[in-house]
T-cell receptor, first 112, second 114 residues
Framework: RKEVEQDPGPFNVPEGATVAFNCTYSNSASQSFFWYRQDCRKEPKLLMSVYSSGNEDGRFTAQLNRASQYISLLIRDSKLSDSATYLCVVNSPTSGTYKYIFGTGTRLKVLA | DTAVSQTPKYLVTQMGNDKSIKCEQNLGHDTMYWYKQDSKKFLKIMFSYNNKELIINETVPNRFSPKSPDKAHLNLHINSLELGDSAVYFC?????????????FGEGSWLTVV
């Protein structure tokens, strides 16, 4: 089982739609969680951290379910500019330190 | 000013050559990383350094040798390049080893081995 798993997509949605991505992780001792966005031929950039109580940033809502070991990202009112790959990132303990483990990413295409 | 900068951005080289990629961060971070993103877009950690000390080495071939002259710099030297080394190499940094820190990436170095 991969340490962090995501549905690769692509998710093709019309402008204005609501879309949700899930991500599961295998290490129950994982401490912190993030969603990153990666545009084509660019570096990954932080979209938002994910907190235990869930958190929202404008049209984006992130949730964490520790019991089931998954995190989610909800995008409301999708814009063309939201088209990108969304990477789930889990910070997990390993050999006395922490390691950022990336999922393979979920590709989103917002269509006009 | 770019927070994490790496050079070169593009590199095309022949099999068997030796090449280096340099990385510098001006964020004052203690921890730096090298990640490799292959053709399937999977981003995988290679090395992690904290205050110039190697913390993580993810079973990377010995042909890859990172060097951190100070905590603001982490360079990657690759010997005897192989076709399979073609990928995008991302340098990154974070404030420290504590969980919860955000990781910041450089723009990537596109390596093509022919």
């Amino acid at each position: 089982r991969k340490e962090v798993e995501q549905d690769p997509g692509p998710f093709n949605v019309p402008e204005g739609a609501t879309v949700a991505f899930n991500c599961t992780y295998s290490n129950s001792a994982s401490q912190s969680f993030f969603w990153y966005r990666q545009d084509c031929r660019k570096e990954p950039k932080l979209l938002m951290s994910v907190y235990s109580s869930g958190n929202e940033d404008g049209r984006f809502t992130a949730q964490l379910n520790r019991a089931s070991q998954y995190i989610s990202l909800l995008i409301r009112d999708s814009k063309l500019s939201d088209s990108a790959t969304y990477l789930c990132v889990v910070n997990s303990p390993t050999s006395g330190t922490y390691k950022y483990i990336f999922g393979t990413g979920t590709r989103l295409k917002v269509l006009a | 000013d770019t927070a994490v900068s790496q050079t070169p951005k593009y590199l095309v080289t022949q099999m068997g050559n030796d090449k280096s990629i340099k990385c510098e961060q001006n964020l004052g971070h203690d921890t730096m990383y090298w990640y490799k993103q292959d053709s399937k877009k999977f981003l995988k950690i290679m090395f992690s350094y904290n205050n110039k000390e190697l913390i993580i080495n993810e079973t990377v071939p010995n042909r890859f040798s990172p060097k951190s002259p100070d905590k603001a710099h982490l360079n990657l030297h690759i010997n005897s390049l192989e076709l399979g080394d073609s990928a995008v190499y991302f340098c990154a940094s974070s404030p420290g080893l504590l969980s919860g820190n955000t990781i910041y990436f450089g723009e990537g170095s596109w390596l093509t081995v022919v």
